[in-house]
């Protein structure tokens, strides 16, 4: 587990790592993509964002969880679902 996981308090055996036996919860980033934040194309509960209209650069392309394609290049694939974390209180 790395350093940044034990100070979020994330304490489980499976997080923490990009290796087999771990949850490969991933995204990644077009860090070459600069645009602006757009409420018609978030992809979010709330459609709303407080960086609306903020050129941001550095977009998401795709997301894995549990090693699954939850979204790739536009398209979400709501069948796929993750876990909530648990945090120690130490």
Same mark, same amino acid.
């Given at each position: 587990?790395?350093?940044? !996981?034990?100070?979020?308090? #994330?304490?489980? !055996?499976? /997080?923490?790592?990009?290796?087999?036996?771990?949850?490969?919860? @991933?995204? @990644?980033?077009? @860090?070459?993509?600069?645009?602006?934040?757009r409420r018609e194309t978030l992809q979010t509960k709330c459609r709303w964002s407080p960086f609306e209209g903020w050129?941001? %650069?550095?977009?998401?392309?795709?997301?894995?969880?549990?090693?699954?394609?939850?979204?790739?290049?536009? /398209? #979400?694939? %709501?069948?796929?679902?993750?876990?909530? #974390?648990?945090? !120690?209180?130490?």
């Amino acid at each position: 587990m790395d350093v940044h !996981s034990r100070c979020q308090g #994330l304490w489980h !055996s499976e /997080k923490g790592a990009i290796a087999p036996g771990y949850d490969a919860d @991933l995204v @990644l980033v077009d @860090l070459e993509n600069y645009a602006p934040v757009r409420r018609e194309t978030l992809q979010t509960k709330c459609r709303w964002s407080p960086f609306e209209g903020w050129e941001l %650069t550095g977009w998401p392309v795709t997301t894995i969880v549990g090693g699954q394609v939850v979204y790739d290049h536009g /398209k #979400l694939n %709501t069948e796929v679902r993750g876990q909530a #974390l648990t945090f !120690s209180e130490t």
